[in-house]
């Protein structure tokens, strides 16, 4: 079955950044899109970045030149750089897996989260 493991949360000051990581199995890693969404605390869920098969990227506004999606196919893992950390970027970030961009989120495949916090 789909799994998926978030790791390399944590906490850091402003500025500084962070790296996740994505461990996937149990499907055909190359053949799927994959996602990052957040939930910060009283907040909706949020997507911060989207990958796709050919390697094609989407951002959320919020994350737009900070963060960088990217996925290694190889090691069947997703990543994501964060930098120019906020304290609004504090959430739990969690990973996605779905057959087309458009369903990322809707798919039910997730991770079970990786908590980052910024402190100003």
């Known amino acids: 079955q789909v799994q998926l493991v978030e790791s390399g949360g944590g906490s850091v000051q402003a500025g500084g950044s962070l790296r996740l990581s994505c461990a996937a199995s149990?499907?055909?890693?190359?053949?799927?899109?994959m996602g990052w969404f957040r939930r910060a605390p009283g907040k909706e869920r949020e997507g911060v970045g989207f990958?796709?098969?050919?390697?094609?990227?989407t951002y959320g506004h919020s994350v737009k030149g900070r963060f960088t999606i990217s996925r290694d196919n190889a090691k069947n893992t997703l990543y994501l750089q964060m930098n120019s950390l906020k304290p609004e970027d504090t959430a739990m970030y969690y990973c996605?897996?779905?057959?087309?961009?458009?369903?990322?989120?809707?798919?039910?495949?997730w991770g079970q989260g990786t908590q980052v916090t910024v402190s100003s």
């Open positions: 149990g499907y055909p890693f190359s053949s799927y899109c």
């Open positions: 996605t897996a779905a057959r087309t961009i458009a369903t990322l989120g809707l798919s039910g495949y």
């Open positions: 990958i796709d098969t050919d390697g094609s990227t």
